[in-house]
């Protein structure tokens, strides 16, 4: 005889609860990633604001130019910390401030130089790039603060933490990628003897190489200081950063055919640069595929969570 008393029933599950429409409007990925440039246009808006009418005034280059970029850079990042990374359903910190963070940039660094170097070594083997003498790389605050720290950090957040992050989410990885690389290239077009080529070419070789960074990391880091590494080691070369041309280490001549020496606007617009790091953003898409971190489009998750976060 069972003498352990009335069993009770289970407690009802609670049916989960409908978000209502406004909810569902504000969390969708499109109207998150417009309110985040939004956001990163206020933050560059107060930036500029404040360079404007306190630093410049007050403050010399080059110390006032590395305030300048250093507030921005500060700025961005408060911004996204407190709002960006909340936006949209799937809540994910780009810019996570562990020790990976120091390791990937200086790993994408190091990855960017190494690159670029490749670059001109294979310039200088096919006879389109000659080094003349010592350079006085006067614009070295140009170079490190611009090209590297403002353009690495501003432009990796801007085209691969909010627009293909966000277009990701709505249309998959693949149309995104090629979405943010478009989109980055021919954002290109207007600069210093810029070509369709060029454009198309930065949008290829670039749109692969940091997309691939930011998929396969799944953080901005990696792909930040890629970026930052190509640009200040090809100013260093004295090779025109995406057509502007500053004043590197050495003094160097670029001359030959558009297809070997970029036409003036600098390596970039090259077979060399579509080689190399095409070649390394290919193998860093891979490896995003062999790891499972590729998001499917939304129209065929059909409601399921993103998982490669």
């Not at 909810?23 to 985040?36: D, E, R």
């Not at 960017?112 to 490749?118: D, N, Q, V």
């Not at 294979?122 to 720290?149: M, P, Q």
């Not at 995003?288 to 976060?309: D, E, H, Q, S």
């Amino acid at each position: 005889m069972d003498d352990s008393g009335p069993v009770e029933a289970p407690a009802p599950v609670a049916a989960p609860t409908e978000r209502p429409l406004w909810l569902k409007v504000w969390q969708f990925p499109l109207v998150a990633m417009v309110v985040a440039v939004a956001l990163v246009i206020g933050a560059v808006w107060l930036t500029g604001q404040v360079t404007e009418n306190l630093i410049q005034p007050n403050v010399p280059d080059p110390l006032g130019l590395i305030l300048a970029v250093g507030l921005l850079v500060a700025l961005l990042l408060l911004v996204y910390k407190l709002a960006i990374r909340r936006l949209g359903t799937t809540r994910h910190d780009d810019l996570p401030l562990d020790g990976r963070a120091l390791r990937d940039v200086a790993l994408g660094v190091l990855g960017g130089a190494a690159l670029i170097s490749t670059c001109v070594g294979l310039a200088a083997l096919a006879g389109v790039y000659r080094i003349e003498s010592v350079g006085g790389f006067s614009d070295w605050a140009r170079i490190i603060f611009i090209t590297g720290v403002y353009a690495g950090f501003f432009e990796e957040l801007l085209m691969r933490g909010i627009l293909l992050r966000w277009v990701e989410e709505v249309a998959g990885s693949w149309i995104a990628l090629a979405i943010s690389a478009l989109v980055f290239g021919f954002l290109h077009s207007t600069n210093d003897n810029a070509t369709f080529f060029s454009s198309l070419a930065i949008a290829i070789e670039a749109g692969i190489l940091l997309g691939g960074a930011y998929m396969f990391t799944r953080s901005l880091w990696l792909a930040v200081g890629l970026h930052a590494g190509w640009n200040v080691v090809q100013a260093v070369w004295d090779v025109p950063v995406s057509g502007y041309d500053l004043d590197g280490a050495v003094n160097a001549t670029l001359e030959g055919p558009s297809l070997l020496a970029g036409g003036g606007f600098g390596l970039e617009a090259t077979i060399f640069a579509l080689v190399v790091a095409t070649s390394a953003g290919v193998w860093m898409l891979w490896r995003t595929v062999k790891l499972g971190r590729i998001v499917p489009p939304m129209w065929r998750r059909k409601g399921a969570a993103i998982t490669v976060y």
